[in-house]
């Protein structure tokens, strides 16, 4: 399975981003989407997930700036990115974890994208 981040780059602070991600037609069903970042020197976090059927989940430090959403039907989960602040600068990258259809049957897939940068100046 892969995954194709779109989106991202150079915005001020105080203004917003969208990131897409899409997943291969190989894919059956998804259990969880989400959103990881790495700022630079630092280790990867969480941003946001969102289960299968379940509301959105975010770390405390975006909650009430950023949406994610997810669509089901298009492999596709998205993350509306508001109020930027510089410490927002990072890598994101998304994840879907679910189970593909090869032609020997279902496996179970843990997939992500390859990161894209979103930099918001001060």
């Known amino acids: 399975v892969q995954l194709q981040a779109s989106g991202g780059g150079l915005v001020q602070t105080g203004g917003f981003v969208r990131l897409s991600c899409k997943g291969s037609?190989?894919?059956?069903?998804?259990?969880?989407m989400g959103w990881y970042r790495q700022a630079p020197g630092k280790e990867g976090d969480l941003v946001a997930t969102i289960p299968s059927g379940g509301s959105p989940n975010y770390v405390d430090s975006v909650k009430g700036r950023f949406t994610t959403s997810r669509d089901n039907a298009q492999n596709t989960v998205s993350l509306q990115m508001n109020s930027l602040k510089p410490e927002d600068t990072a890598v994101y990258y998304c994840?879907?974890?679910?189970?593909?259809?090869?032609?020997?049957?279902?496996?179970?897939?843990?997939?992500w994208g390859q990161g894209t940068l979103v930099t918001v100046s001060s």
């Open positions: 037609e190989s894919i059956f069903s998804i259990n969880n």
């Open positions: 994840r879907m974890q679910g189970r593909s259809l090869r032609r020997s049957g279902l496996y179970d897939f843990d997939a």
